[in-house]
């Protein structure tokens, strides 16, 4: 939940970081930064999905990651044929894959009792803290954007702060 989060609200200084300059332009900047944010909304479900897998076949119980994974792929292309959003609907396509898999997953392992409430209350929890995470983060980047120094100095220095503010509050 916090790496989701993170990745979503620095996704421009960081794909501006990392690729920016030369011919990699503000325009595809924006559109790699774009991909990221909504690919990063499949990222609890990608983790919960690669878990809850692993668990059923230390269970020897392949079948249901099996008939998960063929609806999650099926939700997948669905969805990739009919977003018209160009590439933030690929994106926004295998974050609903990915999420859908894990939920798949998630409900045979609730009726067994291994999915219980007691995990439901700490992913609640988690989530409170990755609220406020976030909103330390948006503070600190909205309140550093404008004083750093441009290029990649600035963009390292204003992630940097960012992720140390979250780290603190999380």
């Known amino acids: 939940l916090p790496m989701a989060a993170g990745l979503m609200l620095l996704s421009r200084p960081l794909i501006s970081f990392l690729y920016g300059g030369g011919q990699f332009d ?14 990063s909304l499949g990222m609890v ?3 919960v999905q690669n878990i809850l897998s692993r668990a059923y076949f230390a269970r020897q119980k392949g079948m249901a990651p099996l008939v998960a994974g063929a609806c999650s792929i099926g939700a997948n292309l669905l969805l990739c044929a009919l977003e ?7 994106a926004l396509s295998s ?17 067994e009792h291994v999915v219980d409430g007691g995990l439901l209350r700490d992913l609640g929890k988690m989530l409170l803290c990755t ?20 290029g990649k100095a600035g963009e390292l220095l204003l992630m940097a702060a960012c992720a140390l503010a979250g780290c603190a509050v999380y």
């Open 95 to 111: 974050a609903v894959s990915s999420t859908v898999y894990a939920l798949l997953l998630m409900i045979p392992m609730q009726r």
């Open 84 to 90: 018209p959003l160009g590439i933030v609907g690929l």
């Open 45 to 47: 479900g990608y983790a």
């Open 131 to 150: 609220l406020l995470m976030a909103a330390a983060v948006w503070a600190v980047r909205g309140g550093l954007g404008l004083h750093l120094p441009a």
């Open 26 to 39: 503000g325009q595809s900047v924006a559109l790699t930064s774009s991909a990221l944010t909504w690919l």
